[in-house]
Every structure is written in structure tokens, then in C-alpha cells.
């Protein structure tokens, strides 16, 4: 039996495994702390209850990246400070984001974190590693799904330049 051939929690985590779980705990702190700036910034309910679902996900990424690193004895990055609570009406007006940009810096957001993730399924050769992050590409790809939805009803989503005359070439 090889090294590489048991149960996975016993095998070493390559280079690039320990690269990208790191670098995603370290974007998964930043995130979490920019969603807690932004909600105070959100004025509509369903947007507020959408940051807070997608701040309960960041925070259980973060919780498991944390272990695995721990696990494996690989040093955690820093943690920003938590972002205190403020209401939307002590906010200046010219120093607000408004609904729809929130709405918009979540799904790129959503976007980025679907690329690292399915870049760590791709390198990865530890299946509880794969498995973790295709985990979070799922729930990313269920928030990205209720976001645009959100968009879409709200009038928010702005649209790339839409290919509206189709001319078949050559009939």
C-alpha cells in the first residue's frame, strides 16, 4: 500500500493543496469581513437576509479550512477584525453603496469563489480536500442562483449587450 493509498485525512497535503486552502481561508476572512461592512450599508430586506445566508456559509468555510489547516499543523492567516454593527441612516448618502451594487459585489464574489474552488477540485489529489470544496462550489453555485434570481425581480441586473437578431449565415 502506498502513501497515498488510505484513508485521506492520514496523507500529506501537497503544495498546491496547502497554497489554495490557505489562500482561501485568508479570501474567506476578507470576504466575511466585507459582507458585515456591506449589510450595514443594505437597505432592502431580502438583500439583508441574502448577505446574512451567504455570511452563515463564509463562516462554516472558515471554520472547516481552519481545522484542516490545523490538522495538517499549517500556520492560519491573520484574521481582519470583526465589522461593527451601524444603521443605514448614519450613513451619509454620497458615502453609501445602494442595493443593486451590493447586489452586484456579491455575485462577483460568488463568481471568484466558484473559480478557486473548482481550481482546488482540479489540483487536489486528497479526496476529503475535493470533496470540501465541492462542497462550497455547491452552496456558491445555490447562492449565485438566488442572487440573480433576486436581480432579475428587483430590476437590478444589468445585463452584457444582448444578442437579439440572429441571421443565419449562409442559407
Request: hydrophobic residues 40%; contains cysteine; negative net charge.
Amino acid at each position: 500500500m502506498g502513501i497515498l493509498s488510505g484513508n485521506p485525512k492520514d496523507e500529506p497535503m501537497h503544495y498546491g493543496e496547502v497554497f489554495g486552502a490557505w489562500s482561501y481561508l485568508l479570501a474567506a476572512k476578507s470576504a466575511l469581513v466585507s459582507q458585515q461592512t456591506l449589510i450595514n450599508h443594505t437597505g432592502d430586506d431580502d438583500l439583508r437576509k441574502f448577505i446574512t445566508n451567504t455570511m452563515d456559509n463564509t463562516r462554516q468555510e472558515i471554520e472547516q479550512l481552519e481545522l484542516l489547516l490545523k490538522e495538517n499543523e499549517i500556520a492560519l492567516p491573520p484574521s481582519p477584525p470583526e465589522r461593527p454593527n451601524a444603521r443605514l441612516e448614519d450613513i451619509p448618502v454620497g458615502a453609501r453603496f445602494n442595493d443593486p451594487e451590493i447586489a452586484t459585489m456579491a455575485g462577483a464574489d460568488i463568481a471568484s469563489g466558484l473559480v478557486a474552488c473548482s481550481t482546488m477540485m482540479g489540483q487536489g489529489i486528497r479526496e476529503d480536500i475535493i470533496m470540501m470544496f465541492g462542497q462550497f462550489h455547491q452552496q456558491k453555485a445555490t447562492l449565485g442562483g438566488k442572487l440573480l434570481k433576486m436581480q432579475k425581480e428587483k430590476g437590478w441586473l444589468v445585463p452584457p449587450p444582448l444578442h437579439l437578431n440572429k441571421v443565419a449565415v449562409g442559407v
